[in-house]
């Protein structure tokens, strides 16, 4: 009797087969792929075990993002990383990856479902920051560090059950939220510090359509209109006007004291009296 064992790779074929012996009889690794050619192992003289190489055939059900998380793909041969740590940020929590790596990913933006799961973008960038993986341009690698994430959960130690039929996801495997203790209130000198620079974007929609008066433009210098003054009326026009024209537009050049450049000095008359 011959026997094959035929399937996805990193499934556990060979390993089966040295199961079945009680010795290692054919090289194991976690990494897919480990087998290269067809070996054929007899057991007695009537049962004959056939190890094949894994097959990665185009399915309906496992897209590559899955294979790759399933262990069926070499993770060092992924040529694009994001679809495969998007596919992981929808089965992990945010909170639950904060609390494995001891990280901050970016909260969502104002007008964004606040408990979408983080872009990959996200994650890998606070990932990145934390670890120092770091490109020469001074930018976080991703591609570098999506390689160490997948890993872990390829590895179990991101932790990860699918719910049985008729179960859902999100009541079968729930992560706990870390306690943490509660900020310290900010001091005012703290806020008067930060909150210049905190601009959220309905701050940018309220100054784009606020109601915005329209003056007028007066080339050279502005007075300051005295508040009992009307606005718009017929005396602010006037004194701004006024005042405009009887002050010195320059008044760091006195040409009035200024010496004629024609008369010499020695040559002005001298008063004795």
């Known amino acids: 009797m011959t026997i094959g064992l035929v399937g996805y790779p990193n499934v ?14 054919v090289s194991v690794s976690a990494t897919p792929g480990k087998t290269k050619h067809f070996q054929t192992l007899y057991v007695d003289d009537e049962l004959l075990l056939c190890d094949c190489p894994g097959l990665v055939m185009p399915s309906f059900v496992f897209s590559k993002a899955d294979m790759i998380l399933n262990g069926i793909l070499p993770i060092d041969n992924m040529m694009d990383h994001v679809p495969a740590v998007n596919l992981l940020c929808t089965r992990i929590s945010r909170h639950g990856l904060e609390n494995f790596y001891g990280i901050m990913i970016p909260a969502p933006d104002d007008g964004e479902d606040p408990n979408r ?29 999506a390689r160490y994430v997948l890993k872990d959960f390829v590895n179990g130690q991101l932790n990860y059950c699918h719910a049985p039929p008729g179960i859902p996801q999100d009541k079968f495997h729930i992560f706990k939220l870390k306690e943490r203790k509660p900020l310290p209130k900010p ?19 309220n100054k784009f359509f606020q109601k915005a008066t329209g003056t007028g433009l007066i080339k050279g210098r502005t007075t300051v209109v005295p508040p009992n003054v009307g606005k718009g009326s017929m005396n602010a026009s006037t004194m701004s006007l006024n005042t405009i024209s009887t002050e010195d537009p320059k008044p760091w050049k006195n040409h009035k004291n200024k010496r004629s450049k024609n008369v010499k000095q020695r040559n002005k008359p001298i008063s004795y009296y």
Not at 12 to 18: A, V, Y
């Open 12 to 25: 556990g074929k060979s390993s089966t087969i040295n199961a079945i012996l009680s010795e290692k009889k």
């Open 117 to 145: 799961p983080p872009y990959s973008e996200e994650l890998l960038n606070s990932y990145g920051y934390n670890r120092g993986y770091m490109t020469s341009n001074g930018q976080p690698d991703n591609p570098r560090s």
């Open 187 to 205: 001091t005012p000198q703290a806020v008067r510090a930060l909150g210049p620079n905190i601009v959220t974007s309905s701050d940018i929609d």
